[in-house]
């Protein structure tokens, strides 16, 4: 399955050093969308004229006028039809350097079902024209970019993202009662707090007082992955915002992090990431500090 990604996605010199795209949704840009594929990013589809159909996973949606449809990364895709005069705007944005930690992290209490709520999303006139504005400043900054106003641009998505999560909030109220929900809450919890020590499947599930397989089954169904691959990608994204905003060397992060060794942080990120801790800094400062 094809799996698109942001750093290709090249629609002008400037795009090799920005970590977010904002454009016009048009029959033309939504060809890259046709088929059934992944992206390593987020994906805002704002509809403002005309029709979309597009499947999320194993879900249906019909984009009309004032809907918006947030795709996260590593969803299975695809837009199935689209009606001639469509018309709306696309932001694309990567989930280290904008709040994945937001959406995927401290709300989930807030709304444990936050990213199937947010693949089709119905405003009011009003609120889709706030959304609008947000857009069209997302798109300002990407046109013309600086240091200062992509930093801008990374609160606006913020912004956008939060009115977003709050309105899916009052459409669809959490449900309490539900034993499996509560203990993905618990363990996204539990990981955020104990991460940098405690690394193996067996350790929280046994806190959870149940069974590594019953864990997996819990993160596979909230969130698509394996509860190791949850652990892993938690150390991956803090890795990744220490290389990216601290001053600290690759020999401070190993021993912040709770690796036994520089040579152990190293093997860890070439294993998951096929690339150095210092390729990846590389990486990062060239998208976000140029």
Do not use: W
């Not at 094809?2 to 996605?9: A, F, G, Q, V």
């Not at 704002?46 to 597009?54: H, N």
Request: hydrophobic fraction near 35%.
């Amino acid at each position: 399955m094809k799996r698109l990604e942001i750093k290709k996605n090249i629609q002008k010199p400037e795009d090799q050093n920005l970590s977010f795209r904002a454009f016009d949704l048009s029959l033309s840009s939504l060809e890259n969308y046709l088929l059934p594929h992944k992206k390593d990013h987020f994906c805002i589809l704002m509809l403002e004229s005309g029709e979309i159909e597009i499947q999320i996973e194993d879900q249906k949606f019909k984009l009309s006028s004032g809907k918006i449809s947030i795709i996260f990364p590593e969803q299975i895709s695809s837009v199935t039809s689209t009606s001639s005069d469509v018309s709306g705007k696309i932001i694309l944005f990567e989930e280290v350097l904008f709040c994945s930690d937001i959406l995927k992290n401290e709300l989930l209490s807030y709304n444990i079902d936050l990213a199937t709520h947010l693949n089709c999303v119905f405003l009011s006139p009003s609120e889709f024209e706030q959304s609008k504005k947000l857009a069209i400043d997302i798109e300002n900054v990407y046109l013309n970019p600086s240091l200062v106003r992509k930093e801008q641009a990374r609160f606006y998505i913020k912004i956008f993202l939060l009115g977003l999560i709050e309105l899916v909030h009052g459409q669809h109220p959490v449900l309490q009662h539900e034993t499996d929900k509560t203990l993905y809450i618990r363990f996204k919890k539990m990981l955020n707090e104990r991460y940098k020590n405690e690394r193996t499947v067996q350790y929280y599930a046994s806190k959870l007082a149940i069974t590594t397989k019953k864990l997996n089954n819990i993160t596979k169904k909230h969130c698509d992955e394996t509860a190791i691959n949850a652990i892993h990608n938690r150390i991956l994204q803090e890795i990744k915002r220490l290389l990216l905003f601290s001053d600290l060397s690759h020999k401070q992060i190993s021993m912040e992090l709770g690796f036994s060794s520089p040579s152990a942080l190293n093997k860890f990120v070439k294993t998951k990431l096929k690339e150095t801790p210092t390729e990846l800094q590389e990486e990062l400062a060239q998208i976000y500090n140029r």
